[in-house]
T-cell receptor
Framework: EADIYQTPRYLVIGTGKKITLECSQT?????MYWYQQDPGMELHLIHY???????EKGDLSSESTVSRIRTEHFPLTLESARPSHTSQYLC????????????FGPGTRLTVT | GQQVMQIPQYQHVQEGEDFTTYCNSS?????IQWYKQRPGGHPVFLIQ?????EVKKQKRLTFQFGEAKKNSSLHITATQTTDVGTYFC???????????FGRGTQLTVWP
C-alpha cells in the first residue's frame, strides 16, 4: 500500500470560504498531481508538479492554486469556494524514473453549500 | 492533443458473465497502464503493459496490448461481485511524467 495521505477526508463548507486540501507522501516521489473527479467518473488533471518549486496547470481549468515547497507536501487551495467546486479531489504521486504508475491518496470529498 | 479513448462507459453484467473494456490511443504508446477504482475509493494500479502484442494475466483478468501499441483491452472472465468498480486505462504523453486517463468503464455486476 502506498504512503500517500490526504486531509480532510470529508469537508462541508459554505460558499466564499477559503480552504486548503492537504496531500503528503512519504515515498520521496518528485512528481505529484491533483485530480478532480465526480464519483466513478472521468479523472480531470487540475495541477501537477515535477519537484520543489515546480507547478503546472493541468487540463481542467480550475480556480485553485497549488504550492510545492517541500518534496513530500503538495497542498491545494481554493481562495473562495463555490458550489461548482463540489467534487472529490484526488492527490497522486509517482516515481521519477522507471514505471510511472501513479499512487493515489484516499481523496477529499468536498461539498460547498 | 493526447487522447486515450475508452469504451464502453458503462457495463452491466450478471455474475458469471464475461466483461471487456477497450482502450484506444490516437498515438503510439510506450506503455499502457490499467487502474481499478472501487465505489467510494481511489484508483489503484493493476498492471503495466510495455511490449507490442503483450498479454498478461492476473487470475481472471487478462490484459492485452495491441501490436501497433495504440490499443489495449482488459477482459474479466466469469465476473464476480467483487469486480464491481470503474476500470481506467492510462497512457503516457509527450510531457514526461504525465498520464492521460481514459474516461473509465463502470462495471456493475448483478448477483
Amino acid at each position: 500500500e502506498a504512503d500517500i495521505y490526504q486531509t480532510p477526508r470529508y469537508l462541508v463548507i459554505g460558499t466564499g470560504k477559503k480552504i486548503t486540501l492537504e496531500c503528503s507522501q512519504t515515498m520521496g516521489h518528485d512528481k505529484m498531481y491533483w485530480y478532480q473527479q465526480d464519483p466513478g467518473m472521468e479523472l480531470h488533471l487540475i495541477h501537477y508538479s515535477y519537484g520543489v518549486n515546480s507547478t503546472e496547470k493541468g487540463d481542467l481549468s480550475s480556480e485553485s492554486t497549488v504550492s510545492r515547497i517541500r518534496t513530500e507536501h503538495f497542498p491545494l487551495t481554493l481562495e473562495s469556494a463555490r458550489p461548482s467546486h463540489t467534487s472529490q479531489y484526488l492527490c497522486a504521486s509517482t516515481r521519477t524514473s522507471g514505471s510511472y504508475e501513479q499512487y493515489f491518496g484516499p481523496g477529499t470529498r468536498l461539498t460547498v453549500t | 492533443g493526447q487522447q486515450v479513448m475508452q469504451i464502453p462507459q458503462y457495463q452491466h453484467v450478471q455474475e458469471g458473465e464475461d466483461f471487456t473494456t477497450y482502450c484506444n490511443s490516437s498515438t503510439t504508446l510506450s506503455n499502457i497502464q490499467w487502474y481499478k477504482q472501487r465505489p467510494g475509493g481511489h484508483p489503484v494500479f493493476l498492471i503495466q503493459l510495455v511490449k507490442s502484442g503483450e498479454v498478461k494475466k492476473q487470475k481472471r483478468l487478462t490484459f492485452q496490448f495491441g501490436e501497433a501499441k495504440k490499443n489495449s483491452s482488459l477482459h474479466i472472465t466469469a465476473t464476480q461481485t467483487t469486480d464491481v468498480g470503474t476500470y481506467f486505462c492510462a497512457g503516457p504523453g509527450t510531457t514526461l511524467g504525465r498520464l492521460y486517463f481514459g474516461r473509465g468503464t463502470q462495471l456493475t455486476v448483478w448477483p
